[in-house]
């Protein structure tokens, strides 16, 4: 299973970016979907989760700037971010609890991250 993250770039604050992120190889099914940031020197963090039913959580600094959804057919996780501020620069991770058969467990997966860079 692999994870391709991408939609990262530079944008001046107070701009928009679309991350996106297509799960791939052997998937029977995935439950959640999310996505995490790390800035420089500092801990991966939580931003935004979604279940398979679309039922969504975020962290506080995610909400009401970011939304996140997701295309089951595709296997792929979005995050619409709005409102950017220089304290959202930092490398996002996306991430996938994935099944790769009907009687197998899932097992957490994560993408190879895309670099958010927001200037001032």
């Known amino acids: 299973v692999q994870l391709q993250a991408y939609g990262g770039g530079l944008v001046q604050a107070g701009g928009s970016l679309r991350l996106s992120c297509a799960a791939s190889?052997?998937?029977?099914?995935?439950?959640?979907m999310g996505w995490y940031r790390q800035a420089p020197g500092r801990q991966r963090e939580l931003v935004a989760t979604?279940?398979?039913?679309?039922?969504?959580s975020y962290a506080g600094s995610a909400k009401d700037r970011f939304t996140i959804s997701r295309d089951n057919a595709k296997n792929t996780v979005y995050l619409q971010m709005n409102i950017l501020k220089p304290e959202d620069t930092a490398v996002y991770y996306c991430?996938?609890?994935?099944?790769?058969?009907?009687?197998?467990?899932?097992?957490?997966?994560w993408g190879q991250g895309t670099e958010v860079t927001v200037s001032s």
């Open positions: 991430n996938a609890d994935v099944r790769r058969s009907l009687l197998g467990s899932y097992n957490n997966y």
């Open positions: 190889g052997s998937i029977f099914s995935i439950n959640d």
């Open positions: 979604v279940g398979y039913g679309g039922s969504t």
